[in-house]
């Protein structure tokens, strides 16, 4: 596979496979600057209605959780159920979306989203609220996958990709910051997302005759069993993962553990033989691609794991009301909006690598900063870590996107964002499991939050170790 050039990256040289056929327009002509802006808008809008979507039960979970009498063994399916359908298909439509129409996927998941949005807002027990998150997961896999194809076939410069990823990037972590403050700011839970699901049927108005078409169509019908399979192993995984903070001995979490490590070499493989496969395990061989992958991993179980549910906490614990939360957190979203929307100015001085690095170690240092505030019941002693944690997810939102589609080739942009941020939800299933668990069996919500902090600070190193170490194997 080829690696895009960039002036921030010593990029190999391309690597040509059979696969690999040229990026077709769907349209006649190349894109113009007033479409490509065009692009740029509806992309990043929709990518933040979704991320508002994804993040609004950090503020309305509480309530939520009494109105659908959930018990709190089971509240990690309602902070669980989007990140599962993001996970289990933004491999698969990444590839459908590189294969069958960018735009067509874009435009069908934003409807989709929308209608399941507004149906949650109906829902009236655990699981079929549960499920409309799923479908919502699914939903904006549609949406995050397709979106970075469309925005490398409208930037073709490198140039222009810098700048379109990071303002992408940096609509990643606005709608990040303005979910909870928009739900918060809802009468009830149920408005929220009734006021979201329509959001995103806005956007897909324009959506359908606005975007330019753009494939990179591969002779062979759809890898629907490798779909299928990969499907099921990550449904496997994230419940056993979910379930497990009730016991991890227990014969339904052993099970499902076992389906996973049955289906993953099952999918392995599937892809191996099949003439159109999601992915090319080939890329696994590549430093470049592990970088990127291991990159979503570590920013899913670290930073967005721990930040899903510390809103709860300050609620349950500190005694802050739903808005008074999404203000306070506000400090670390809306300031992770700012730096992304200007980390593209560190081009030509910091790599994209260094980058992530970099904002894994500040989101370590700014949750060794937050011990002891849940046990004081103080949210004033969280502010510094809010601060220098937004610093850190900005660069992080910023480098993600450009190092996924630079892991891959231009061709397959779709199927490289979808692969890095199906690793990114993955963890963040994984890293809001556990620390739900470490929280809830640490004696006291103070001591358990503690717990909690320091192994999210050593996930966070640990990101950052690997992804300097896969950068020096590259040179």
Avoid at 31 to 38: E, K, N, S
Avoid at 71 to 82: H, R, V
Avoid at 232 to 244: C, D, E, I, R
Avoid at 322 to 350: C, H, I, N, Y
Wanted: hydrophobic share 55%; aromatic share 6%; charged share 10%.
């Amino acid at each position: 596979m080829s690696q895009l050039e960039s002036p921030t990256t010593n990029a190999p040289a391309p690597l040509p496979t059979a696969s690999e056929v040229p990026d077709t327009p769907g349209a006649p002509g190349a894109p113009g600057a007033p479409r490509a802006a065009l692009t740029l808008a509806l992309t990043s809008a929709a990518t933040a209605v979704a991320l508002m979507i994804y993040t609004a039960p950090m503020i309305t979970l509480p309530d939520t959780a009494a109105a659908l009498h959930t018990p709190a063994s089971a509240q990690a399916w309602l902070l669980n159920g989007t990140p599962l359908g993001l996970a289990a298909l933004l491999l698969v439509a990444g590839s459908l979306a590189d294969d069958y129409g960018r735009r067509r996927i874009f435009t069908a998941g934003t409807v989709a989203l929308g209608l399941t949005t507004v149906l949650s807002a109906f829902t009236g027990s655990t699981w079929l609220f549960t499920l409309t998150r799923v479908a919502q997961g699914a939903a904006g896999a549609a949406i995050l996958a397709s979106s970075l194809g469309l925005l490398v076939h409208a930037y073709p410069s490198a140039r222009g990709r810098l700048h379109a990823t990071g303002v992408w990037g940096a609509f990643v972590s606005g709608g990040i910051a303005a979910g909870p403050v928009v739900a918060g700011a809802m009468p009830t839970w149920r408005a929220a997302y009734g006021v979201l699901g329509a959001a995103a049927l806005v956007i897909a108005a324009p959506s359908a005759r606005g975007l330019p078409e753009s494939r990179a169509p591969r002779d062979g019908r759809p890898d629907l069993a490798g779909a299928t399979v990969f499907g099921l192993a990550l449904v496997s995984l994230v419940a056993a993962l979910t379930l497990g903070r009730d016991g991890w001995l227990r014969a339904p979490v052993l099970l499902l553990f076992a389906a996973a490590a049955l289906l993953v070499p099952a999918f392995a493989l599937i892809e191996q033989r099949t003439r159109t496969p999601m992915i090319d395990l080939t890329l696994l061989r590549r430093p470049d691609f592990l970088g990127s992958a291991a990159a979503g991993l570590f920013t899913g179980l670290a930073v967005i794991g721990l930040f899903s549910f510390l809103p709860a906490l300050l609620q349950q614990s500190v005694g802050l009301s739903p808005m008074d939360t999404a203000w306070l957190l506000l400090l670390w979203s809306g300031l992770s909006f700012l730096v992304a929307l200007q980390a593209k100015r560190l081009a030509g001085r910091v790599s994209p690598r260094h980058q992530l690095a970099l904002g894994f170690a500040l989101h370590a240092v700014a949750v060794v900063t937050m011990l002891g505030a849940i046990g004081a019941h103080s949210w004033p002693r969280t502010l510094p870590g809010l601060l220098i944690g937004g610093v850190g997810s900005g660069l992080l939102n910023a480098a993600l996107p450009l190092v996924a589609v630079e892991a891959v080739p231009r061709a397959r942009a779709a199927m490289g964002s979808g692969a890095q941020q199906t690793f990114r939800y993955i963890g963040s299933c994984a890293g809001v499991a556990l620390t739900i668990a470490l929280v809830t069996s640490g004696g006291s919500p103070g001591h358990g939050t503690d717990i909690a902090l320091i192994v999210s600070a050593s996930l966070a190193l640990t990101g950052a170790t690997g992804v300097l170490a896969l950068r020096e194997r590259k040179a």
